[in-house]
C-alpha cells in the first residue's frame, strides 16, 4: 500500500502547474462537497483562467498519467 502511494506522489510531483492546480481544485472540490466533480466546477474554483473544456482537456490527461498509474500498479 505504501509503495502505491509513493509512486502516486511521484506522478503527482511530474506536473505541470496547470495540471497541478486542476487536480488541487477537483480535489478540494471533492472533500467540502462529497460529488463528483466537473470541469465548469473546476473552472469556477481554479486559479488558472481556463476554459472548461480546457480543464477536460487536462483533467482526462491525469487520469491517464496519474490514475492510470495507480490502476496499473494495483
Known amino acids: 500500500m505504501m509503495a502505491t502511494r509513493e509512486r ?4 503527482a510531483r511530474q506536473l505541470d502547474e496547470r495540471q ?5 481544485s477537483v480535489i478540494r472540490s471533492h472533500i467540502e462537497t ?3 466533480v466537473g470541469s465548469r466546477t473546476v473552472s469556477r474554483g481554479a486559479r488558472l483562467r481556463l476554459s ?3 480543464i477536460r482537456s ?3 490527461e491525469l487520469e491517464e498519467r496519474v ?7 494495483g
Open 52 to 54: 472548461p473544456a480546457s
Open 8 to 11: 502516486a506522489g511521484e506522478a
Open 67 to 73: 490514475f492510470g498509474r495507480l490502476a496499473d500498479m
Open 58 to 60: 487536462i483533467m482526462a
Open 34 to 36: 462529497g460529488e463528483p
Open 20 to 24: 497541478s492546480e486542476v487536480l488541487r
